[in-house]
């Protein structure tokens, strides 16, 4: 296929809003899968992605498609053949490196929103990564069968919003296929080709890469510029590693070897990596010996940069150029973050950190094996062994985000069978020491109290949220939101019924129950979203939990010096329910320091 005749392009919504059934419909339609042979969600693949309903791996699939220009042509002959690559993206913020990552290889999306939910949270982060990205965005309102569908509200909404011109949409049903003919051809009009020159030497993205039992590491690529053929050797233009491809093809949906990839296509290599570690989403590769400019990143919100230690081991830093206290701590990592830049790819930043621990002490080599499997397919975990007195030996974890972290936490029971404990989750903050030394803190644990080292400076990474509620609700976020330390930015109404909120908020206020508790105090209506944003200078503290005057060092937090008080008195309130009654006493107390601010017995 010349790439005049390829499109490229992912569908993108909030949550359930029908993304993956319509992708199903979209390959049942082509004929790539058959009609109700197909299991539902095709593209989700992973257990927890079918039990949680998201997609949490972006998944890619080619198909066929025969379309006509224009309806006046009478052609008794058949109509040109396209090829169509359908790039699934993860929905969930959590995700978004991954989902900026797949838009960069599409020149468009169709963006699917329910008829009767409307815009939510997540259809608003979408859309501005979407359209950041300089895609053709083609609006679906689907679910139009629900009898409380209303297309005029939700056409309405889009214009407002994001500008979009009700003429421009479809209105679907991904249930009953009323409206999806209209969905393909609307592809091949109006998505652009691939703009890439076949002449030029090779360029390839890697959009995603996994370990499969029997082929070994699996990468999806996006060919940008020049063919891969099989057998050719390739270069890592983020590692410099070179490799020989010994099977190359497309997903249709299932592997399909085609021993090519042209310019504009989407397909899978297999080529002797030993790890998906090798294997960077982001990176650009190309023929070994051949030079080339690495494929630019272009990213909205990752701020995040790489940072090696001496002993080669790999950290993630967030640093927040924009911020002037940022300036001056950024230099001594600028060096680290250019060279990120220069070859195209951005490593995982990892925003909440938790302690694994086996739930019995001997079992640490059954969970140790078990997270180094699975790891094999989730690169952007951070593995760091760590141990406690209270729980043995263990592992520090970095996720991506909450879900990230439920979702790996869940694998791991469920394909592993590991039965596990896990710590509170932490957020990365930074500390300055009076010798003017900065850390990342992971582990509240950790932070020192060494009276020799006085902490001068404290920052805490924050995230800029946007909450969409009906609008009897708005008070009652208010609340929440200003008890959680959040500041608000934007407040506006999206039509009639629904409003709007942009907050600033510590990342450290969400980390813990902030969705479950908007949800309740919602009836379940609120949509939420956030992406990272700048640390802050905050004034925080180590709060410990002592049992009899011994610290525990699994439950040591970090606050808010304002909220220390509560914060302590709740945890020590909460352990003496839970501490079956002794025969002896137990002191039980919560203290910054030598400095007690709640005590039970
Ligand atoms: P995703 O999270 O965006 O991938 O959403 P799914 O495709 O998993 O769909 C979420 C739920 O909505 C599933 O229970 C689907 O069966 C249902 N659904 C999807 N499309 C339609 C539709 O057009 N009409 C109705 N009534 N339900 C739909
Ligand atoms: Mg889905």
């Not at 011109?165 to 109006?190: M, N």
């Not at 094999?376 to 209270?390: F, H, P, Q, R, Y």
């Not at 503290?541 to 699994?554: C, E, H, M, S």
């Not at 039980?588 to 400095?595: P, S, T, V």
């Amino acid at each position: 296929y010349p790439s005049d005749r390829i499109r490229n392009f992912s569908i993108i919504a909030h949550v359930d809003h029908g993304k993956s059934t319509l992708a199903d419909r979209l390959l049942e339609l082509t004929g790539t899968i058959k009609r109700g042979l197909g299991q539902p969600q095709y593209l989700d693949k992973l257990q927890v992605e079918r039990e949680r309903g998201i997609t949490v791996k972006a998944q890619t699939a080619t198909m066929f498609h025969r379309h006509n220009f224009g309806s006046g042509v009478t052609n008794t002959q058949d109509p040109p053949s396209f090829l169509l690559n359908l790039i699934d993206t993860p929905g969930h913020v959590d995700f978004s490196y991954e989902v900026s990552r797949s838009l960069a290889a599409c020149q468009g999306a169709l963006l699917v929103v329910d008829a009767a939910q409307g815009v939510q949270a997540q259809t608003v982060a979408n859309f501005y990564l979407a359209f950041e990205s300089n895609l053709t965005i083609i609006p679906i309102i689907n679910k139009i069968d629900q009898p409380t569908a209303d297309p005029d509200r939700v056409l309405a909404q889009l214009k407002s919003m994001f500008d979009l011109d009700p003429k421009d949409a479809l209105l679907t049903s991904a249930k009953t296929g009323q409206g999806l003919e209209h969905v393909l051809p609307a592809v091949i009009e109006r998505i652009p080709h691939p703009p890439g020159k076949s002449s030029a030497p090779l360029r390839m993205l890697l959009l995603d890469s996994y370990f499969d039992e029997y082929k070994g590491v699996i990468c999806h690529v996006a060919v940008v510029d020049g063919a891969l053929h099989k057998g050719d050797k390739i270069s890592s233009a983020a590692t410099s590693q070179t490799y020989e491809v010994f099977d190359v093809g497309f997903m249709n949906p299932e592997f399909k070897p085609t021993g090519v990839l042209m310019t504009g296509q989407v397909g899978y290599i297999v080529s002797g990596m030993r790890s998906t570690k090798e294997a960077r989403v982001g990176d650009t590769l190309h023929h070994a010996r051949s030079i080339v400019e690495p494929l630019p990143v272009h990213q909205a919100t990752n701020h995040g940069t790489l940072f090696e230690d001496f002993s080669g081991t790999m950290y993630s830093l967030h640093l927040f150029a924009r911020t002037p206290d940022f300036v001056h701590f950024l230099s001594s990592f600028e060096v680290a973050s250019v060279m990120a830049d220069s070859v195209g790819f951005r490593p995982a930043k990892h925003m909440v950190f938790s302690g694994l621990y086996p739930a019995d002490g001997s079992d640490f080599e059954a969970l140790n094996h078990a997270i180094e499997r699975l790891t094999c397919n989730d690169a952007s975990v951070s593995i760091t062994k760590e141990s406690s007195t209270a729980l043995g030996l263990g592992f520090r974890c970095g996720f991506l985000g909450l879900l990230h972290m439920d979702v790996f936490h869940q694998r791991l029971e469920q394909e592993y069978g590991a039965c596990i404990i896990s710590t509170t989750p932490t957020v990365p903050y930074i500390f300055e020491y009076s010798d003017g030394s900065k850390v990342q803190v992971q582990n509240p644990a950790t932070l020192s109290s060494n009276p020799g080292k006085r902490i001068t400076k404290c920052w805490e990474p924050t995230v800029t949220a946007t909450i969409i509620i009906p609008s009897e609700y708005v008070g009652a976020v208010i609340t929440l939101c200003s008890e959680r330390r959040g500041e608000q930015l934007e407040y506006s109404y999206i039509d009639s019924q629904r409003a709007f909120m942009k907050y600033r908020l510590p990342l450290r206020e969400i980390v813990v129950d902030f969705y479950n508790e908007l949800k309740s105090i919602t009836s379940g209506y609120a949509s939420f979203d956030y992406e990272d944003a700048d640390y802050q200078v905050s004034d925080l503290v180590k709060l410990d939990i002592l049992l009899n005057g011994q610290p525990v060092d699994a439950m040591a937090t970090i606050v808010h010096n304002l909220k220390a008080q509560r914060v302590g008195r709740e945890l020590v309130e909460k352990l003496k329910k839970f501490i079956d009654r002794q025969m002896f006493e137990i002191t039980i107390q919560a203290a910054i320091g030598a400095k007690v601010l709640a005590r039970e017995t």
